[in-house]
């Protein structure tokens, strides 16, 4: 049960804010791309956290979903769902298809191939104006439906983009206490040792880069039907460092810390609008200094930081905490 | 034809040296620090954006003055960058340090846009605008003075790392730190003039493109990806394999736009890079990396 | 900057912002904007606020609307759609403002279009493409001349010159490549041929081996569509190769800072623009030539050269504060009423006639073709 005490937290959080707050801007709108950026960091982190593998072009995957459900309920009148699971078939199989040259590389090598990929993905978005609409964007994507129930208001779209984050999550953390998330977190440590304890890398780094790769999918198909609108530009370079930094930030191999970063990027854009000229700046500093003073992420920076107060109220004599995502990748 | 393909030669060339010199910057800060520094970039904008500002109007400097303080303003820039991001996060991860340093460029832009705003900005051409005919194709001046800069710079870079006792300080912290700071070599200043000499890098480059290709505050971004793409096939921590990387790259575009699509010519360049990586790991001169158990 | 908004700024609890109550101001007219202030498009979304800004003061001094004061909300969207359709959210959920005058680019104006459509709140957008406002949507106008009445314009002229054979380059932003469908959809029915289609990415930096290949056709003029220092580069690449075809250029291009890049290669250089560049150079009968020479005047003693996209912004703001003044008040429904009856308007961009199946209310003769002679603005007859 210890391990499902933060996905009961953030469940309960998830229903008790629209309560508190009923046609909230920040509840019902911000939340809602909270709640979206949080599925894709998840995945992510699953990547970057566990496996300890760069991807600078996630955005790729998200945007290989997010088109395929686009154009497959605009051009050819599929439904919804069916173009869900043909948008994580194409991903899925792009990712496996990618996986064995791609993910041989290593540190910046690695960073270099997926934000190549990324890149390719979004000029062949652009350039296949006749699928894609180019980019001036795809319009007119129905909305989507579960039982006749419409969701088609902002509340709707906040219950099942908080829904399915909550899945999301669920999912990644029993992949991280199974049998295969041991075997990624060995990976991380040192890849030849992993494979001296007879773990079959290159299937297990494969498995968790389809995942990655299937819930980004899963984002983007859910992101067209609530945008009725889908241009390029949301797939591109900047977004996959978005959701590298909203990992980074949460703290590397942390979950939770992934969804806590995801909100965080995305409310701190939302309240730095004020500044206006000053947005970019400030936002840059805010992003260094985070990075510099918390390069363990900010969440769990804070969560031990809280452990050890604890620690010193209970014992006079602190021992050294060690924490959850210190360890270093290797560079080379 | 061959007319054709000479001016896209000359046209990969030129832009390929830009990219040269950016991605000389990436490999140097690597080099001597293990980062990969995404604001090289922003030091490419910074030198050409203050190289304007200094010049302009009725009140401008001359210009040799002008073109002097903005390659010094840089280099002000990457060393505090050196010493006041970078420095204080020593011993980060990988993901963490292009984390900061992608927060220092857009910080860097984000200054960029208070002090300059957002107009596109020229800079006159340093010896005319009248094209040089060679055969059909033709070249302004200005590309001249591009190749010949970045020719003499790559080659100062490799006299100051081959021959000069700072420059084989600098490539001694980054082989071993802790053995470098024992025989007495200052690994702190080193640091210094490594990003310094990167920023020095990245203003040239800045004022010798911004007459042909415009300055704005946002101009560093898209250089910045090209240098890094740049550095990464040529292989990281190789600067003379950085440079190749570069005029490389700026050749497979201009090919690629002349001879199959403009549309998909970087797409067609990064095909290329991943497909070289993929044979390739460490890029077309790397040296292949050992994981230490 | 009040104390609200200073503390959910500091970011430390995003429930401050939860709890702070919506304050809405009794009898004031709000009107939202998102506009590509910053990114590459800033030179559409920076005049367009300044001149909202320098109008909505002007107006206010003068004593407002129905006796109501304007309140202007803008936010930057970078030029990026998705920060638009967050923006024209918070707008319409969050700061509940009472009209949408904005959208510099058309990606961020079509993003936008479902909502606006879906939460009905009338919206003027100050986006060039013609898919806009065709189909026509009811709560959608626009007031900047379309990419379709570019082409068509600029073909008018190449017939005139006895054109026929024309290689195309174009960018590969919304901007480039909406106006490049629109022009290889309608050079067919005017009889011209489109011999190359080249493009170019955003920030590229050297065009030569587009214009190489151009240079080898057998075309009779170039015709570059795109905004940024895209055109600029081109220009001078057509130039520095000895190309010595006419040169055409869209309305993206229509600033002095385009003369400032190119410099002495755009001397020659045509283009179609809204008779604002020229305001000085019009015969006194021309009926725009009050106004034109007014807005030129006031935007140039405050900010610098004027560009014909502010004069969007002018025509976008005036159209709705006549169509508020009409309606009687803020309804949302009756002032799209009044927008859609919007009649003889005189405006930067030319005069109006809007018409439930006509959104914009332009015809062609709005459109001038400009040439660049001794680094000036002239009027081609």
Same mark, same amino acid.
């Given at each position: 049960m210890k391990r499902l005490r933060g996905l009961f937290l953030l469940t309960l959080l998830v229903v008790i804010l629209p309560l508190l707050f009923p046609d909230n801007y920040y509840v019902t709108v911000v939340a809602v791309?909270?709640?979206?950026?949080?599925?894709?960091?998840?995945?992510?982190?699953?990547?970057?956290?566990?496996?300890g593998l760069i991807s600078l072009g996630h955005a790729a995957f998200f945007g290989i979903g997010a088109y395929t459900s686009g154009i497959v309920t605009t051009r050819f009148g599929l439904d919804p769902w069916s173009a869900m699971a043909a948008g994580m078939l194409l991903t899925g199989t792009i990712a496996f298809v990618m996986a064995r040259p791609i993910l041989r590389l290593k540190g910046h090598y690695l960073a270099m191939a997926t934000l190549g990929l990324g890149i390719i993905v979004q000029i062949v978005l652009v350039q296949t104006e006749e699928l894609t609409g180019g980019p001036d964007g795809l319009g007119g994507i129905p909305p989507l439906s579960l039982f006749g129930w419409e969701v088609d208001s902002d509340l709707r779209w906040y219950m099942l983009m908080s829904a399915v984050m909550l899945l999301v999550v669920w999912l990644a953390l029993n992949i991280i206490d199974s049998r295969s998330g041991r075997a990624l977190r060995a990976l991380h440590g040192s890849e030849v040792a992993a494979e001296m304890m007879g773990i079959d890398t290159t299937v297990t780094k494969t498995g968790v880069f389809v995942v990655a790769a299937l819930s980004a999918s899963l984002a983007g198909s859910l992101f067209a039907h609530q945008q009725a609108f889908i241009s390029p530009d949301s797939f591109n370079f900047f977004f996959s460092i978005e959701l590298v930094t909203m990992v980074v930030l949460g703290g590397m =191999?942390?979950?939770?810390? /992934?969804?806590?970063?995801?909100?965080?990027?995305?409310?701190?854009?939302?309240?730095?609008?004020?500044?206006? &000229?000053? #947005?970019?700046?400030?936002?840059?500093?805010?992003?260094?200094?985070?990075?510099?003073?918390?390069?363990?992420?900010?969440?769990?920076?804070?969560? &031990?930081?809280?452990?050890?107060?604890?620690?010193?109220?209970?014992?006079? @004599?602190? /021992?050294?905490?060690?924490?959850?995502?210190? &360890?270093?990748?290797?560079?080379? | 034809m061959a007319d054709q393909i000479l001016q896209f030669l000359l046209t990969g060339i030129t832009v390929g040296a830009t990219y040269a010199l950016v991605a000389l910057g990436f490999a140097i800060i690597y080099n001597a620090s293990d980062v990969v520094n995404f604001a090289q970039g922003e030091f490419v904008m910074i030198g050409a954006m203050s190289a304007v500002?200094?010049?302009?109007?009725?009140?401008?400097?001359?210009?040799?003055? @002008?073109?002097?303080? /903005?390659?010094?303003?840089?280099?002000?820039?990457?060393?505090?960058?050196?010493?006041?991001?970078?420095?204080?996060?020593?011993?980060?991860?990988?993901? !963490?340090?292009?984390?900061?340093?992608?927060?220092?460029?857009?910080?860097?832009?984000?200054?960029?846009?208070?002090v300059w705003g957002k107009d596109i900005f020229a800079l006159p051409a340093f010896s005319g605008d009248a094209p040089i005919h060679i055969g059909q194709a033709t070249l302004l001046p200005q590309n001249l003075w591009v190749m010949g800069g970045a020719g003499l710079m790559v080659l100062g870079v490799h006299w100051f790392f081959g021959h000069t006792t700072i420059g084989k300080a600098v490539l001694a912290c980054s082989c071993n730190r802790t053995a470098a700071h024992l025989v007495g070599i200052n690994v702190g200043l080193m640091m210094l003039i490594a990003y310094g000499l990167s920023a020095f890098l990245g203003a040239m480059a800045g004022v010798l493109v911004a007459p042909i290709t415009f300055t704005s505050y946002d101009a560093g971004v898209m250089l910045g990806l090209k240098g890094f793409a740049a550095a990464i096939?040529?292989?990281?921590?190789?600067?003379?394999?950085?440079?190749?990387?570069?005029l490389l790259l700026g050749l497979i575009e201009s090919l690629s736009a002349g001879l199959i699509s403009s549309g998909y010519k970087d797409a067609i360049g990064f095909v290329i890079l991943l497909l070289v990586l993929f044979f390739r790991p460490s890029g077309l001169f790397g040296r292949a990396s050992v994981e230490r158990v | 900057m009040n104390i609200r908004k200073t503390l959910a700024t500091l970011g430390i609890s995003a429930l401050v912002g939860l709890s702070a109550a919506q304050a809405v101001a009794a009898g004031t007219i709000k009107i939202g904007s998102f506009l590509a202030v910053t990114g590459p498009a800033a030179f559409l979304g920076d005049p367009e606020l300044k001149t909202l800004q320098m109008y909505i003061d002007e107006i206010n001094t003068k004593g407002g609307v129905n006796g109501m004061q304007l309140e202007l909300v803008h936010y930057d969207t970078g030029g990026k @759609?998705?920060?638009?359709?967050?923006?024209?959210? *918070?707008?319409?959920?969050?700061?509940?403002?009472d009209v949408i005058v904005g959208g510099s680019t058309s990606g961020s104006t079509l993003a936008v279009i479902p909502l606006v459509e879906k939460d009905r709140i009338p919206f003027i957008s100050l986006a060039g493409s013609v898919k806009i406002i065709d189909p026509v949507k009811k709560w959608v106008f626009k007031v900047p001349h379309?990419?379709?009445?570019?082409?068509?314009?600029?073909?008018?002229?190449?017939?005139?010159?006895?054109?026929?054979?024309? =290689?195309?380059?174009?960018?590969?932003?919304?901007?480039?490549?909406?106006? *490049?469908?629109?022009?290889?959809?309608?050079?067919?029915?005017?009889?011209? #041929?489109?011999?190359?289609?080249?493009?170019?990415?955003?920030?590229?930096?050297?065009? !030569?081996?587009?214009?190489?290949?151009?240079?080898? !056709?057998? @075309?009779?003029?170039?015709?570059?569509?795109?905004?940024?220092?895209?055109?600029?580069?081109?220009?001078?690449?057509v130039r520095q190769l000895g190309i010595e075809l006419p040169l055409y250029q869209s309305h993206g291009v229509a600033s002095k800072k385009f003369i400032e890049l190119a410099g002495a290669a755009a001397e020659g250089v045509r283009l179609p623009a809204s008779a604002l560049l020229v305001a000085d150079k019009l015969p006194a009968s021309d009926p725009q030539k009050g106004l034109l020479l007014a807005y030129k005047q006031r935007f140039e003693s405050?900010?610098?050269?004027v560009s014909t996209?502010?004069?969007?912004?002018?025509?976008?703001?005036?159209?709705?504060?006549?169509?508020? #003044?009409? =309606?009687?008040?803020?309804?949302?429904?009756?002032?799209?009423?009044?927008?859609?009856? !919007? *009649?003889?308007?005189?405006?930067?961009?030319?005069?109006?006639?809007?018409?439930?199946?006509?959104?914009?209310?332009?015809?062609?003769?709005?459109?001038?073709?400009?040439e660049i002679k001794h680094g000036d603005w002239t009027i081609v007859e």
């Open positions: 791309s909270a709640a979206l950026h949080a599925i894709l960091a998840v995945g992510l982190n699953l990547l970057m956290g566990y496996a =191999a942390s979950t939770f810390g /992934a969804v806590f970063g995801a909100f965080v990027l995305t409310f701190l854009p939302e309240l730095l609008v004020i500044f206006e &000229d000053y #947005e970019v700046m400030i936002f840059g500093a805010i992003l260094m200094l985070m990075m510099i003073f918390l390069p363990q992420g900010l969440f769990v920076g804070l969560r &031990d930081l809280l452990r050890r107060l604890l620690q010193q109220q209970r014992a006079p @004599a602190p /021992a050294p905490v060690v924490p959850a995502g210190e &360890d270093k990748h290797d560079a080379a | 500002a200094l010049s302009a109007g009725d009140g401008g400097l001359p210009m040799p003055v @002008a073109l002097l303080l /903005a390659v010094l303003i840089t280099v002000g820039v990457g060393v505090l960058l050196q010493r006041f991001a970078i420095a204080p996060a020593r011993g980060a991860s990988v993901v !963490t340090t292009i984390i900061i340093t992608i927060g220092a460029s857009i910080f860097l832009r984000g200054v960029a846009l208070l096939l040529g292989g990281m921590g190789n600067p003379m394999g950085a440079v190749a990387g570069g | @759609a998705k920060e638009a359709v967050g923006f024209a959210k *918070r707008l319409i959920k969050k700061d509940r403002v379309t990419d379709r009445m570019a082409a068509a314009k600029i073909f008018e002229d190449m017939k005139k010159r006895g054109i026929k054979r024309i =290689a195309l380059i174009s960018g590969s932003g919304g901007f480039g490549k909406s106006g *490049r469908s629109q022009v290889l959809a309608l050079a067919p029915e005017q009889g011209i #041929e489109v011999v190359s289609d080249e493009s170019y990415g955003a920030k590229d930096t050297d065009m !030569t081996a587009q214009l190489t290949k151009i240079r080898n !056709t057998d @075309a009779q003029a170039i015709l570059c569509f795109g905004f940024g220092t895209g055109p600029a580069i081109v220009t001078k690449n405050k900010y610098g050269p996209f502010g004069g969007h912004a002018y025509d976008g703001l005036m159209i709705t504060v006549r169509a508020i #003044e009409r =309606a009687g008040g803020t309804d949302k429904a009756k002032v799209r009423d009044e927008i859609e009856k !919007t *009649r003889g308007f005189i405006g930067t961009g030319g005069i109006f006639n809007m018409s439930p199946t006509d959104h914009l209310g332009l015809d062609l003769s709005a459109f001038k073709m400009l």
